[in-house]
């Protein structure tokens, strides 16, 4: 058993200043589409890090859902710099992306296909290390052992998983995060819920991730209304919620809700569903399925945020919970109602489920699943029926 966290995590406002302390010769900075810029943090960064004393280099515009070949020019500019450290500042998308450029930049002869094998990479920090900033309170991609990758030919998401890839330092700056539009506060505090959920009943949780899921996922129903609204002290305690959220599930893991939010998010040309947007919706059919033979550990959830009743009416309440907080934040109940055509959701459905049940994050699910049973929940998913499976 392990557990692994960065070496070092900074939180509270303008903690980002902590890079005027960084030791290093070069910092190559990997930035997103624009708004760290607008906001001023971008600037902020670059600034820090001369203080300290580095060169620094920009790779900028990583796209959401970073692809393939967005990580494969990222490297190849790494190792044109030769930078000691890579910072990257955004959200999840531009974290991801780096954490990846970092494997090609130290082993540019290793394969995408070979880097996509869980827990299989070679040891990194030959060349370079990794400090994460995120601007977002969902994906705490600052303290995980993952990153996320689209290969668009394919329409396919994938994890890449290796302790490997855990940051050395977190920069958890609330700050950042009041920036974000109510749309993406939305998508990213029910990515943060359901990482915490999915860490608690997964099959590799443990004594050091329990209490971080259930205080991440009581923190979430405390906050994540008043920060959809804009309340700045709520933003803050999600930024922290969904940092500890993390901490849990990089080291307990997931379950079929992101197999089936990976496998379905590029997966439909009549619209791509955000992340997050995709695990607010398939989260409360996955705890029915789920607790069908797993109901203990949704029973200690619900408890833990105030619900009661008998075991049955515990889990009925906590889906019950997670719609309303979905109607509030404005987020869609089904595939149907977010917009996926409905023939071209039928034609992909043995496909789609098929790749979700090989996702790497079905492992670790606390009910296994066969890809008929996959196809059924996909379909409840979609026409928002119950689930029976």
Not at 70 to 93: H, L, N, Y
Not at 132 to 154: H, L
Not at 207 to 222: C, R, S, Y
Request: negative net charge; proline residues 5%; aromatic residues 10%.
């Amino acid at each position: 058993m392990r557990f692994t966290l960065p070496r070092d995590l900074y939180y509270g406002k303008d903690s980002i200043d902590i890079l005027k302390t960084i030791k290093g010769k070069r910092a190559i900075v990997v930035v997103g589409g624009g708004s760290m810029r607008r906001f001023g943090f971008l600037d902020k960064v670059v600034n820090n890090l001369k203080e300290a004393g580095m060169e620094v280099e920009l790779f900028e515009n990583v796209e959401p859902d970073p692809s393939v070949e967005t990580v494969m020019r990222g490297a190849e500019q790494m190792r044109k710099f030769e930078p000691d450290w890579i910072v990257s500042i955004g959200g999840g998308s531009p974290i991801d992306a780096a954490k990846a450029m970092w494997i090609f930049y130290e082993y540019p002869d290793f394969t995408f296909e070979e880097a996509i094998v869980p827990f299989g990479l070679p040891e990194l920090r030959q060349k370079a290390k990794f400090i994460a900033i995120p601007s977002t309170s969902g994906t705490a991609t600052e303290v995980t052992a993952f990153s996320v990758i689209t290969d668009y030919e394919k329409g396919i998401k994938y994890p890449l998983a290796d302790f490997n890839i855990t940051p050395d330092i977190a920069i958890v700056d609330p700050t950042l995060a009041e920036t974000m539009p109510a749309k993406l506060t939305a998508h990213t505090g029910m990515d943060a819920l359901t990482h915490a959920i999915e860490a608690y009943v997964s099959t590799a949780n443990s004594p050091f991730t329990d209490p971080l899921a259930i205080k991440a996922i009581q923190m979430v129903f405390e906050n994540i209304e008043a920060s959809f609204k804009g309340d700045s002290k709520a933003r803050e305690n999600m930024h922290y919620a969904q940092c500890l959220a993390g901490m849990a599930f990089s080291n307990a893991l997931l379950g079929i809700v992101h197999s089936m939010a990976h496998k379905t998010g590029a997966a439909y040309s009549t619209g791509h569903i955000p992340h997050g947007c995709a695990n607010a919706m398939y989260l409360p059919f996955v705890i029915q399925y789920n607790s069908k033979e797993n109901t203990q550990r949704y029973v200690d959830i619900a408890k833990s945020v105030g619900l009661t009743g008998s075991d049955q009416e515990l889990i009925d309440k906590l889906c019950a919970k997670i719609n309303e907080y979905n109607e509030k934040l404005d987020i869609p109940k089904t595939m149907k109602d977010f917009g996926i055509d409905e023939q071209e959701f039928l034609d992909k459905l043995d496909d789609v489920a098929k790749n979700a049940v090989d996702d790497a994050c079905t492992l670790s699910n606390p009910r296994s699943i066969t890809p008929e049973q996959m196809a059924q929940l996909l379909k409840c998913c979609y026409y928002g029926t119950v689930v029976n499976i």
